[in-house]
């Protein structure tokens, strides 16, 4: 496998995007450099897969992300194992943030392999967190951020009585770890990596940037086809995470065009200059959407329908309102809209 630097762009999109590789079928290792490959893992929602990455090394096999704890999962990882990855022993679990499609299956294979996890010290606090919580104030909490929304009553019983959904997802990281931070180097697949931090979509996701091999492992802050949700957590819920992402894409402005993108949902790409503009421009679209939905006084409920072009169904209904949540949020913080809690329970934004 040729050098990065050297490839050719592939399969250009109309708006500048370009695509490296089609995908291989799910769970089917593939070889994109040396002694690295990229495996499609199975999720059960409408975004249909996630991308792990495995890093062969003289120490063994680093795992780049996980999947979900679900049986089919495991038995994806256990074919691994008894495949590709049987040469060697695996010796780090790496889980580029909190999410469960992402470290959802480190506890039950660092247990499996012996493996030790890698990770930022927010990431795995908030898995572990997450993972264990089964109490009341969970559940108070959420219910309070929908009313805080103005989520009709009964989605609000829905959503509560579906209780803590992480947990069906993600079984809990390991108890001890090894902290990443950013600016540290690692090394990868014989190659040295930058950790380069994130936020936004998570408070302190891993990216990895590889300047000398024009290579990035971009997690879910970089995307090649949509954006990453970035959303108000009911456990914060006057904070500006868009705002925090739309600063981070300056992080990475000096990755060059023909470095490989390596993203966690869709195909590797080039052109990673023209999709930080994208991005950028996606969210000054919609947030200029819910400016106009502010005209008169609109709770985040109310505004959410201008801000999406598909239908929501309930598996996609926290996304969409956390979403919303975070351009109101930062739209507050811009001075461009007022809020203030109604009699009813619900913040209303409107307009200045």
Known sequence: MSDPRHRPLVTPAADGIHFAF??????????ILPDLWWVRLRLPMRLDHVNVWLARDDEGWTLIDTGFDTAETRLAWERLLAGLLADRPVWRILATHYHPDHIGLAGWLAARTGAQLWTTRTEWLLARLLSLDTSEEFDRVHELWDRRAGLPEELVRERRAAGNLYRRRASPPPGCYRRLVDGEEVWLAGRRF???????HAPEMITLVSLEFDLVIAADQLLPRISPVVSVPASAPDTDPLGAFLASLARWRDVPADALILPSHGRPYRNLPVRLDQLAQHHEERLARALEACVDPATVWEVMPALFDIEIGPGQLGFALGETYAHLNHLLRRGAVDRWLAEDGAYRFRAR
Request: glycine letters at 12%; charged letters at 35%; hydrophobic letters at 35%.
């Open 22 to 31: 089609d995908a291989p079928p799910f769970e089917e290792p593939m070889e």
């Open 194 to 200: 930058r950790v380069v931090i994130g936020e936004g």
